[in-house]
């Protein structure tokens, strides 16, 4: 079965410092990834995406990530984090292939804080 | 851009009340789901659907339905509420197309509290 493990639960860096979180997924074939990042009683927004080819993704407020198959990751780096990164972030995996209306399936989630 | 709508935002009901929460989808948005994020935890995947159709279903309680319309909003109605039901519920909706589904984004959820 799919899963996703992100092993710290909660992480505390300090502003202008650098940020990876990680995520490692459980997943036969090549999974669908994603990084949502979740503010405070906030809907989840979408980070960035990997389906396939560069295994370097970047996405939006400047993160960026990058799928190593051999380790089954998908770890979350941004080079210089803002008081405003404070937030929850959830890795995800989504099956691949193409099915309507698959679920994803969530982490349990890193809480990030920013010390000034 | 249009975001997905979810109504209400905020939501107290009593147990054993009912509740029906809404779900407008981005505008071309074919696919609809539904997760239910308890606190503290992580968003767990209540049911989806794909044309009016349910498509998937994951660990929704029995005393839970939902459906889609014809204008592709849809609903999720819950009876017998439980003070353990009270959680944020997301909506989520995706694009057509082969990797569409995958693009699911989110609504800024409904807060409910059963008290």
């Known amino acids: 079965a799919q899963s996703v493990t992100q092993p710290d639960i909660h992480i505390t860096v300090s502003e202008g410092a650098s940020l990876e979180l990680r995520c490692n997924y459980s997943?036969?074939?090549?999974?669908?990834l994603f990084w949502y990042v979740q503010s405070p009683g906030q809907g989840l927004q979408l980070l960035l995406k990997y389906f396939s080819g560069d295994t370097l993704v970047q996405g939006i407020k400047g993160f960026e990530a990058e799928f190593k198959r051999s380790q089954s990751s998908f770890n979350l780096r941004k080079p210089s984090v803002h008081w405003s990164d404070a937030a929850e972030y959830f890795c995800?995996?989504?099956?691949?292939?193409?099915?309507?209306?698959?679920?994803?399936?969530f982490g349990s989630g890193t809480r990030l804080s920013i010390r000034p | 851009a249009a975001g997905v709508i979810q109504s209400p935002r905020h939501l107290i009901k009593e147990k054993r009340e009912t509740a029906t929460l809404k779900c407008y989808p981005i505008p071309r948005h074919d696919t609809v789901y539904w997760y239910q994020q308890g606190p503290g935890q992580d968003p767990q995947f209540l049911i989806s659907?794909?044309?009016?159709?349910?498509?998937d279903k994951g660990s929704i309680p029995d005393r839970f339905s939902a459906q889609q319309f014809s204008d592709y909003h849809s609903e999720l109605n819950m009876s017998s509420l439980e003070l353990g039901d009270s959680a944020l519920y997301f909506c989520?909706?995706?694009?057509?197309?082969?990797?569409?589904?995958?693009?699911?984004?989110f609504g800024p959820g409904t807060r409910l509290t059963v008290t």
């Open positions: 989520a909706s995706s694009p057509p197309g082969p990797t569409g589904s995958y693009e699911q984004y």
């Open positions: 659907f794909y044309e009016k159709m349910q498509s």
């Open positions: 995800a995996v989504g099956p691949s292939g193409y099915s309507s209306a698959s679920k994803i399936i």
């Open positions: 997943y036969g074939a090549t999974p669908y």
